[in-house]
């Protein structure tokens, strides 16, 4: 969600209090790299933890690296901006949480035992035996990335510069040394922990937040009444966005969540799939704990403003921290900003290792030529896609944020067709993910770009995302109906059992 995230500059939050608290959180995550150092031994540690994580180390992982830092800063200023309607991006998180424990996480963890793969295009791979389509995969999920990692150190600048005034490029360059630091070093072992701490932070000041959320403006009961004497379209089913946008929100984000490389990654870690009967119930509670601060702070701030407590807002980005700075105690806001900077910190993280492992593995092997050594390759490729994010970053901030918007509409339409699909229905041809993973591609870059430099408009509620994963679906469809022929010689035996468990 990285054009949702942080589009300005925050207030300024340097006080001796929220400083010590976000110092503290760092030196957490250097005690987290260094332990986890310590265990790396081989490519598959460094890339999805030997396969050993719990289920309970895995959602909480999972629900970091999903939020980001939208459910504290871009989340509120959206429900501000537009109300109710913005529930339609998080509501489909109990939908997509069981979607992806039904259909994708046990046979990505058994695909990893099967054939020990490591990355999303190793099981697209696999599934169709085609380097073609491992490739193309691995291509649109580098182009995502860098797009997405910009546009989270872009914001992740923004909040440092906001804790410890240290000016935007400079925070851009320590939050991006933070992250390699134990990237590079204890790669997603490091990553995984330090998101459990950053998960674990993220809930506790999403609970925190809520009440003092709501002692503010009297109680859920007298905000809404107060929001409905101004806008009664505000708390209905849609919002002030209408029923459109507001259906459109939960296609993309729906559907599109099945195909997030740096989620489906770390189903591979997974040490016992019999566990994953819980995974639906874990992550909703997660998410539920998580989403609190996103819809309590956006409805108490906008109540407050129609008040007259608070002026109104000169960007719905300062929602949170104008809040939490007039409300809240200086702990607490310290809590909450220490959560900012870990959750973006675990999104960028995931990333840093889909994007490392597409480099490092993907590419080598779709081309015939795979790396020798992974492990010290994939630490240098970490290293040169996290310096080259950053200085991205660095760039104007309408370029950052249109690099951003590829990212959603790229993983989604590439890869739920030819994964999510394509691991339930053996009627899936070689022909059609390749057909559906190149239209995702062309749709999503060519869409955009001409929309950024306005050759043409969407109806409101349509968005370039949307179009490109019902483009990609219906084509992947399509051609592999007309190749159906083929379909039961394109399926190895292990994979077909692992299809059929």
Do not use: C
Request: aromatic residues 10%; glycine residues 10%; proline residues 4%.
């Amino acid at each position: 969600m990285p054009s949702l995230l942080l589009q300005s500059a925050l207030p300024a939050l340097a006080q001796p209090t929220i400083v010590t608290v976000a110092v503290g959180y760092f030196l957490v995550v250097a005690a987290i790299a260094v332990w986890a150092t310590r265990r790396m031994r081989s490519a598959s540690d460094f890339f999805v933890a030997g396969a050993g994580v719990g289920l309970f180390t895995l959602a909480i992982a999972k629900t970091a690296a999903t939020l980001s830092g939208f459910a504290f800063i871009g989340g509120p200023g959206l429900v501000y901006t537009i109300g109710i309607g913005a529930v339609m991006i998080i509501l489909p998180g109990a939908l997509t949480n069981s979607l992806g424990a039904w259909v994708l996480a046990k046979k990505m963890r058994l695909l990893g035992e099967v054939r020990g793969l490591m990355t999303v295009p190793d099981a697209i791979g696999a599934r169709y035996r085609s380097r073609a389509a491992q490739g193309l995969s691995a291509v649109a999920i580098l182009i995502a990335v860098v797009g997405y990692m910009a546009t989270n150190l872009l914001a992740l600048g923004l909040v440092i510069d906001a804790v410890f005034s240290t000016g935007l490029g400079a925070g851009i360059w320590m939050g991006a040394a933070i992250i390699l630091a134990y990237s590079v070093a204890g790669g997603i072992l490091a990553g995984l922990y330090t998101d459990v701490f950053q998960g674990s932070v993220m809930a506790a000041a999403s609970l925190v937040v809520f009440g003092f959320a709501m002692k503010s403006g009297g109680g859920l009961g007298h905000i809404s009444h107060t929001i409905m004497a101004a806008d009664a379209t505000y708390l209905g089913p849609w919002g002030t966005i209408g029923p459109m946008a507001a259906i459109s929100y939960f296609f993309v984000f729906s559907m599109g969540s099945l195909g997030q490389p740096h989620v489906i990654h770390k189903f591979y870690m997974l040490r016992d799939p019999r566990q994953l009967k819980w995974y639906p119930v874990l992550m909703t509670i997660a998410l539920a704990a998580m989403v609190l601060l996103y819809i309590s702070v956006g409805l108490a701030v906008k109540a407050l403003v129609v008040q007259g407590a608070l002026p109104p807002l000169t960007s719905a980005d300062h929602a949170t921290p104008t809040f939490l700075l007039h409300y809240a105690p200086s702990m607490v806001a310290g809590l909450v900003f220490s959560g900012v900077i870990a959750a973006i910190m675990a999104t960028v993280n995931s990333f840093i290792s889909v994007g490392a492992a597409a480099l490092t593995h993907d590419l080598p092997k779709a081309f015939g030529r795979p790396v020798t050594n992974e492990l010290f390759v994939g630490r240098l490729t970490t290293v040169g896609l996290t310096v080259a994010a950053a200085a991205v970053a660095q760039v104007s901030g309408t370029l950052v944020a249109f690099l951003g918007i590829f990212g959603w509409g790229l993983f989604a339409s590439t890869i739920v067709p030819a994964l999510a699909i394509g691991l339930n229905w053996d009627g899936a041809t070689r022909a059609g993910a390749i057909a559906s993973i190149a239209t995702g591609l062309v749709v999503t870059l060519l869409g955009e770009t001409l929309r950024y430099f306005t050759v043409y408009s969407l109806p409101v509620g349509v968005t370039v995302s949307g179009l490109s994963l019902v483009a990609s679906l219906l084509v992947f469809f399509a051609v592999s109906l007309l190749t159906r022929a083929n379909a039961a010689q394109e399926i190895d035996s292990d994979i077909r059992v692992v299809m059929d468990a």
